[in-house]
T-cell receptor
Framework: GNSVTQMEGPVTLSEEAFLTINCTYT??????LFWYVQYPGEGLQLLLK?????DKGSNKGFEATYRKETTSFHLEKGSVQVSDSAVYFC?????????????FGTGTQLKVEL | GAVVSQHPSRVICKSGTSVKIECRSL??????MFWYRQFPKQSLMLMAT?????????EQGVEKDKFLINHASLTLSTLTVTSAHPEDSSFYIC?????????????FGPGTRLTVL
């Protein structure tokens, strides 16, 4: 079946540090891949997505590239800020008879300190 | 745009009672809504998919008589946990999808923390 594995947190970084959160997936077919972010007390927000191999999704300085050969979609940011502190979820979308559904990873908490 | 609200944000109830959670799309029409359950430090687990005006489709292992879902309008879906027990305590999250069935993007509500005593 479809599944998503992402690195456990919490990840603690100093402001302006480089961020990588690893995500790998198992899927049949060609899923779309997503990163969602959940700030404290809020719902999940779509951060970025990629729909096919070698696509790069980007938003707010975050990037992730759909790597079919390594079944990965690692999230990166060159310089994190305190305001980036949140929980990040990697997810894949797969098509069923009822439409597209999402499968999530366990989430990775990021803490950015001054 | 694309805001989804949930009510209540937190509920505590006694074992054996029923609890209703509402999910509303505030600025768009949601043809499909999803209900997820999240355990501490675990993934969001899809419970069911509801399409406006039709019966919900439940994922394997989810009891449809326990978790009643109603999607009576294009902006409202409700999840009722019937005869709740302590093992039903969890974080319940809804999401809504706009437009055509095969659209990828889901918009999520802030979640409801249910505690059953």
């Amino acid at each position: 079946g479809n599944s998503v594995t992402q690195m456990e947190g919490p990840v603690t970084l100093s402001e302006e540090a480089f961020l990588t959160i690893n995500c790998t997936y198992t899927a049949t077919g060609y899923p779309s891949l997503f990163w969602y972010v959940q700030y404290p007390g809020e719902g999940l927000q779509l951060l970025l997505k990629a729909t096919k191999a070698d696509d790069k999704g980007s938003n707010k300085g975050f990037e992730a590239t759909y790597r079919k050969e390594t079944t990965s979609f690692h999230l990166e940011k060159g310089s994190v800020q305190v305001s980036d502190s949140a929980v990040y979820f990697c997810a894949l979308s797969w098509v069923t008879g009822g439409g597209n559904k999402l499968t999530f990873g366990t989430g990775t908490q990021l803490k950015v300190e001054l | 745009g694309a805001v989804v609200s949930q009510h209540p944000s937190r509920v505590i109830c006694k074992s054996g009672t029923s609890v209703k959670i509402e999910c509303r799309s505030l600025d768009f029409q949601a043809t499909t809504m999803f209900w997820y359950r999240q355990f501490p430090k675990q993934s969001l687990m899809l419970m069911a998919t509801s399409n406006e005006g039709s019966k919900a489709t439940y994922e394997q292992g989810v009891e449809k008589d326990k978790f009643l879902i109603n999607h009576a309008s294009l902006t409202l879906s409700t999840l009722t946990v019937t005869s709740a027990h302590p093992e039903d305590s969890s974080f319940y999250i809804c999401s809504a999808r706009e437009g055509q069935r095969n659209t990828d993007t889901q918009y999520f509500g802030p979640g409801t923390r249910l505690t059953v005593l």
